[in-house]
C-alpha cells in the first residue's frame, strides 16, 4: 500500500511512544481525540516497523469510542500516525 503524500491534501503527524510510559488503548484515545478536534475524517495507522494496520472513517464521537473498545488491545510500538 502506497502511503506517500499528495502536497496540499493530506497532513502526517507524528507521535513517539515509549512502550514502558503508555498503554496502546491509551495512545490511540490521544489520537483519536486530536483527530476529532482537528476535524481529519480518515485516520490510517503505521506500525514502527512499516506494516500497514488499519483504517478507519471517523463519523461521529459516538461511532469513535466503538473503534476505541475495537482497537484498544492492539500491542507494540506505534511510532507514526498517518492522518488523511
Not at 49 to 68: D, P, T
Amino acid at each position: 500500500m502506497d502511503l506517500s503524500w499528495r502536497k496540499g491534501t493530506q497532513q502526517c503527524v507524528e507521535y513517539t511512544w515509549m512502550q514502558s510510559s503508555i498503554g496502546a488503548g491509551r495512545l490511540l484515545l490521544v489520537i483519536l481525540n486530536h483527530a476529532i478536534h482537528s476535524a481529519l475524517l480518515n485516520v490510517t495507522y503505521q506500525r514502527c516497523s512499516g506494516q500497514y494496520i488499519a483504517s478507519m472513517l471517523i463519523h461521529s464521537e459516538k461511532q469513535l469510542s466503538c473503534h476505541i473498545g475495537t482497537y484498544s488491545h492492539w500491542q507494540g510500538m506505534f511510532t507514526k500516525v498517518l492522518v488523511l
